[in-house]
Protein backbone atom coordinates (compact mmCIF):
# COMPACT_ATOMS: atom_id res chain seq x y z
CA UNK A 1 0.00 0.00 0.00
CA UNK A 2 2.67 2.72 0.96
CA UNK A 3 4.58 1.62 -1.76
CA UNK A 4 1.66 1.81 -4.01
CA UNK A 5 1.13 5.82 -2.86
CA UNK A 6 4.76 6.27 -3.03
CA UNK A 7 4.80 5.19 -6.96
CA UNK A 8 1.52 7.22 -7.46
CA UNK A 9 3.48 10.65 -5.80
CA UNK A 10 6.59 9.96 -7.99
CA UNK A 11 4.58 9.67 -11.37
CA UNK A 12 2.97 12.91 -10.48
CA UNK A 13 5.94 14.93 -9.37
CA UNK A 14 7.61 13.67 -12.53
CA UNK A 15 4.97 14.97 -14.88
CA UNK A 16 5.06 18.25 -13.10
CA UNK A 17 8.14 18.65 -13.67
CA UNK A 18 7.99 17.35 -17.12
CA UNK A 19 5.33 20.02 -17.83
CA UNK A 20 7.27 22.91 -16.23
CA UNK A 21 10.66 21.93 -18.70
CA UNK A 22 8.13 21.49 -21.64
CA UNK A 23 7.13 24.95 -20.90
CA UNK A 24 10.81 26.03 -20.49
CA UNK A 25 11.56 25.10 -24.08
CA UNK A 26 10.83 28.75 -25.45
CA UNK A 27 12.81 30.57 -22.61
CA UNK A 28 11.60 34.32 -23.55
CA UNK A 29 7.85 33.63 -23.80
CA UNK A 30 8.77 31.32 -20.50
CA UNK A 31 10.15 34.95 -18.78
CA UNK A 32 7.76 37.22 -20.58
CA UNK A 33 4.83 35.42 -18.80
CA UNK A 34 6.28 35.85 -15.61
CA UNK A 35 7.06 39.17 -15.47
CA UNK A 36 3.86 40.26 -17.27
CA UNK A 37 1.93 38.43 -14.64
CA UNK A 38 3.73 39.98 -11.99
CA UNK A 39 3.37 43.63 -12.96
CA UNK A 40 -0.41 43.29 -13.86
CA UNK A 41 -0.53 41.94 -10.31
CA UNK A 42 1.29 45.11 -9.03
CA UNK A 43 -0.55 47.55 -11.04
CA UNK A 44 -3.63 46.89 -8.85
CA UNK A 45 -2.09 47.65 -5.43
CA UNK A 46 -1.16 51.27 -7.37
CA UNK A 47 -4.90 51.67 -7.26
CA UNK A 48 -5.43 50.83 -3.55
CA UNK A 49 -2.40 52.88 -2.66
CA UNK A 50 -4.54 55.62 -4.30
CA UNK A 51 -8.12 54.59 -1.87
CA UNK A 52 -6.20 54.43 0.80
CA UNK A 53 -4.24 58.08 0.73
CA UNK A 54 -8.47 58.85 0.77
CA UNK A 55 -9.09 57.12 3.87
CA UNK A 56 -6.54 55.53 6.19
CA UNK A 57 -9.31 52.32 7.15
CA UNK A 58 -10.96 50.00 4.19
CA UNK A 59 -13.23 47.00 5.84
CA UNK A 60 -10.94 46.78 8.72
CA UNK A 61 -7.91 46.41 6.62
CA UNK A 62 -4.79 48.97 6.60
CA UNK A 63 -2.64 48.64 3.15
CA UNK A 64 -0.35 46.70 4.38
CA UNK A 65 -3.14 43.87 5.11
CA UNK A 66 -4.77 44.47 1.65
CA UNK A 67 -1.04 43.91 0.11
CA UNK A 68 -1.19 40.88 2.32
CA UNK A 69 -4.51 39.75 0.86
CA UNK A 70 -3.63 40.36 -2.58
CA UNK A 71 -0.11 38.13 -1.92
CA UNK A 72 -1.79 35.45 -0.36
CA UNK A 73 -4.33 35.21 -3.05
CA UNK A 74 -2.09 35.45 -5.93
CA UNK A 75 0.54 33.15 -4.80
CA UNK A 76 -2.50 30.07 -3.53
CA UNK A 77 -3.79 30.68 -6.98
CA UNK A 78 -0.46 30.33 -8.73
CA UNK A 79 0.34 27.55 -7.22
CA UNK A 80 -2.78 25.44 -7.97
CA UNK A 81 -2.36 26.48 -11.55
CA UNK A 82 1.36 25.23 -11.49
CA UNK A 83 0.81 21.76 -9.82
CA UNK A 84 -3.05 21.58 -11.13
CA UNK A 85 -3.50 23.65 -14.06
CA UNK A 86 -5.85 20.38 -15.79
CA UNK A 87 -8.74 20.90 -13.27
CA UNK A 88 -9.38 24.24 -14.64
CA UNK A 89 -10.63 22.71 -17.79
CA UNK A 90 -12.06 19.95 -16.83
CA UNK A 91 -15.66 20.06 -17.95
CA UNK A 92 -14.19 20.39 -21.49
CA UNK A 93 -12.32 16.99 -21.04
CA UNK A 94 -15.60 15.80 -19.35
CA UNK A 95 -18.19 16.82 -21.90
CA UNK A 96 -15.91 16.22 -25.31
CA UNK A 97 -14.98 12.76 -23.95
CA UNK A 98 -11.38 13.10 -23.39
CA UNK A 99 -10.98 11.62 -20.00
CA UNK A 100 -10.09 8.16 -22.23
CA UNK A 101 -6.10 8.73 -22.11
CA UNK A 102 -6.43 8.89 -18.48
CA UNK A 103 -8.27 6.25 -17.98
CA UNK A 104 -6.05 3.46 -19.76
CA UNK A 105 -3.27 4.79 -17.77
CA UNK A 106 -1.51 2.56 -14.89
CA UNK A 107 -1.70 5.59 -12.40
CA UNK A 108 -4.63 6.86 -10.19
CA UNK A 109 -7.08 8.51 -12.56
CA UNK A 110 -7.70 11.83 -11.03
CA UNK A 111 -4.46 12.40 -9.93
CA UNK A 112 -3.21 12.18 -13.64
CA UNK A 113 -5.62 14.62 -14.51
CA UNK A 114 -5.06 16.86 -12.16
CA UNK A 115 -1.17 16.95 -12.27
CA UNK A 116 -1.03 16.80 -16.86
CA UNK A 117 -0.90 20.27 -17.13
CA UNK A 118 0.62 23.64 -16.02
CA UNK A 119 0.39 27.21 -16.60
CA UNK A 120 3.30 29.49 -16.96
CA UNK A 121 2.21 32.76 -15.83
CA UNK A 122 1.04 31.40 -12.67
CA UNK A 123 4.71 31.06 -11.74
CA UNK A 124 4.60 35.05 -11.73
CA UNK A 125 1.82 35.23 -9.17
CA UNK A 126 3.65 32.75 -7.01
CA UNK A 127 6.59 34.95 -6.60
CA UNK A 128 4.73 38.01 -6.64
CA UNK A 129 2.85 36.69 -3.46
CA UNK A 130 6.11 35.84 -1.86
CA UNK A 131 7.62 39.71 -2.54
CA UNK A 132 4.47 40.60 -1.40
CA UNK A 133 4.58 38.94 1.62
CA UNK A 134 8.25 40.30 1.85
CA UNK A 135 7.81 43.67 1.59
CA UNK A 136 5.15 43.72 4.45
CA UNK A 137 7.50 42.76 7.18
CA UNK A 138 10.38 40.37 6.93
CA UNK A 139 9.91 37.53 9.37
CA UNK A 140 10.63 34.21 9.54
CA UNK A 141 7.20 33.14 11.69
CA UNK A 142 5.02 35.55 9.29
CA UNK A 143 6.80 34.15 5.98
CA UNK A 144 6.42 30.26 7.53
CA UNK A 145 2.44 31.11 7.60
CA UNK A 146 2.14 32.91 4.91
CA UNK A 147 4.25 29.64 2.54
CA UNK A 148 1.27 27.60 4.81
CA UNK A 149 -1.62 29.15 4.28
CA UNK A 150 -0.31 29.48 -0.07
CA UNK A 151 -0.58 25.51 0.08
CA UNK A 152 -3.76 25.51 2.17
CA UNK A 153 -5.03 28.36 -0.64
CA UNK A 154 -4.21 26.21 -3.43
CA UNK A 155 -5.77 22.81 -1.73
CA UNK A 156 -8.88 24.51 -1.49
CA UNK A 157 -9.17 26.42 -4.73
CA UNK A 158 -8.39 23.53 -6.63
CA UNK A 159 -11.01 21.48 -4.68
CA UNK A 160 -13.16 23.39 -5.18
CA UNK A 161 -12.74 23.74 -9.04
CA UNK A 162 -12.66 20.03 -9.41
CA UNK A 163 -15.91 19.71 -7.46
CA UNK A 164 -17.62 22.32 -9.53
CA UNK A 165 -16.24 20.71 -12.73
CA UNK A 166 -17.11 16.83 -11.70
CA UNK A 167 -21.00 18.79 -12.12
CA UNK A 168 -20.10 18.16 -15.84
CA UNK A 169 -20.72 14.14 -15.34
CA UNK A 170 -24.37 15.15 -14.71
CA UNK A 171 -25.39 18.09 -16.51
CA UNK A 172 -24.52 19.67 -19.75
CA UNK A 173 -22.76 23.54 -19.93
CA UNK A 174 -21.82 23.20 -16.10
CA UNK A 175 -18.49 24.77 -17.60
CA UNK A 176 -20.13 28.53 -17.64
CA UNK A 177 -21.02 28.27 -14.17
CA UNK A 178 -18.24 26.56 -13.15
CA UNK A 179 -16.06 29.46 -14.49
CA UNK A 180 -18.36 31.37 -13.04
CA UNK A 181 -18.17 30.61 -9.72
CA UNK A 182 -14.55 30.58 -9.53
CA UNK A 183 -14.42 33.70 -10.99
CA UNK A 184 -16.49 34.85 -7.69
CA UNK A 185 -13.91 33.29 -5.67
CA UNK A 186 -11.05 34.92 -7.26
CA UNK A 187 -12.89 38.21 -7.06
CA UNK A 188 -14.05 38.24 -3.65
CA UNK A 189 -10.25 37.61 -2.26
CA UNK A 190 -8.94 41.04 -3.64
CA UNK A 191 -11.22 42.91 -1.52
CA UNK A 192 -11.60 43.00 2.34
CA UNK A 193 -13.99 41.16 4.46
CA UNK A 194 -14.93 43.29 6.20
CA UNK A 195 -17.20 44.94 3.67
CA UNK A 196 -19.37 41.86 3.43
CA UNK A 197 -22.15 41.96 5.85
CA UNK A 198 -24.83 39.51 6.61
CA UNK A 199 -25.85 36.80 4.40
CA UNK A 200 -22.86 37.73 1.52
CA UNK A 201 -20.24 37.33 4.63
CA UNK A 202 -22.04 33.92 5.28
CA UNK A 203 -21.66 32.37 2.11
CA UNK A 204 -17.70 33.74 1.70
CA UNK A 205 -17.38 31.51 4.60
CA UNK A 206 -19.39 28.37 3.64
CA UNK A 207 -20.57 27.76 0.23
CA UNK A 208 -17.89 29.89 -1.66
CA UNK A 209 -14.44 29.02 0.19
CA UNK A 210 -13.21 32.69 -0.35
CA UNK A 211 -13.27 33.01 3.50
CA UNK A 212 -11.36 29.78 4.71
CA UNK A 213 -8.99 30.63 1.66
CA UNK A 214 -7.87 34.03 2.09
CA UNK A 215 -9.90 35.87 4.49
CA UNK A 216 -8.93 33.91 7.67
CA UNK A 217 -5.70 33.15 6.76
CA UNK A 218 -4.46 36.65 6.81
CA UNK A 219 -5.95 36.90 10.03
CA UNK A 220 -4.34 34.63 11.36
CA UNK A 221 -0.82 35.45 9.80
CA UNK A 222 -1.60 39.05 11.39
CA UNK A 223 -2.93 37.70 15.14
CA UNK A 224 -2.32 33.85 15.11
CA UNK A 225 -4.72 32.11 16.54
CA UNK A 226 -4.52 28.11 16.87
CA UNK A 227 -8.36 27.39 16.59
CA UNK A 228 -8.41 29.28 13.11
CA UNK A 229 -5.31 27.53 12.05
CA UNK A 230 -6.98 23.82 12.71
CA UNK A 231 -10.19 25.31 10.91
CA UNK A 232 -8.58 26.26 7.96
CA UNK A 233 -6.43 22.66 7.65
CA UNK A 234 -9.87 20.75 8.11
CA UNK A 235 -11.81 22.89 5.57
CA UNK A 236 -9.07 22.35 3.05
CA UNK A 237 -9.30 18.63 4.14
CA UNK A 238 -12.69 18.39 4.15
CA UNK A 239 -13.22 19.87 0.77
CA UNK A 240 -10.99 17.96 -0.59
CA UNK A 241 -12.28 14.53 0.50
CA UNK A 242 -15.90 15.61 -0.73
CA UNK A 243 -14.66 17.10 -4.46
CA UNK A 244 -12.68 13.92 -4.84
CA UNK A 245 -16.00 11.65 -3.74
CA UNK A 246 -18.33 13.65 -6.57
CA UNK A 247 -15.55 12.94 -9.19
CA UNK A 248 -15.30 9.15 -8.65
CA UNK A 249 -18.99 8.92 -8.07
CA UNK A 250 -19.07 11.06 -11.51
CA UNK A 251 -17.24 9.11 -13.52
CA UNK A 252 -19.36 6.10 -13.58
CA UNK A 253 -21.72 8.20 -15.90
CA UNK A 254 -19.02 8.76 -17.87
CA UNK A 255 -19.51 8.22 -21.55
CA UNK A 256 -16.07 7.72 -23.89
CA UNK A 257 -15.52 9.84 -26.61
CA UNK A 258 -13.42 6.26 -28.28
CA UNK A 259 -10.89 9.62 -29.44
CA UNK A 260 -8.05 7.70 -31.31
CA UNK A 261 -5.15 9.56 -29.50
CA UNK A 262 -2.08 9.32 -27.17
CA UNK A 263 -0.74 11.37 -24.54
CA UNK A 264 3.26 12.25 -24.65
Not at 247 to 256: A, D, K
Request: proline share 2%; with cysteine.
Amino acid sequence: MLTAVKNQLRVCLLSIKYNIMREMLNKVTFLTNICFMMLNNASFLVQWAVLFRLKEDIGGYSFREVMLLWGLSASSFGLSHILFARVFSLPELIINGKLDAWLVLPKNVLLGVMTSATRTSAIGDLLYGILVVCLTGFQIKRILLFLLFTVTGAVIITAFALLVGSLSFWFVKTEIFGNQMLNVVISFATYPDGIFKGAAKFLLYSIIPTGMMVYQPVHMITDMDLGGLLMVLGYAVLLSVIAAAVFYRGLRNYSSGNLMGARV
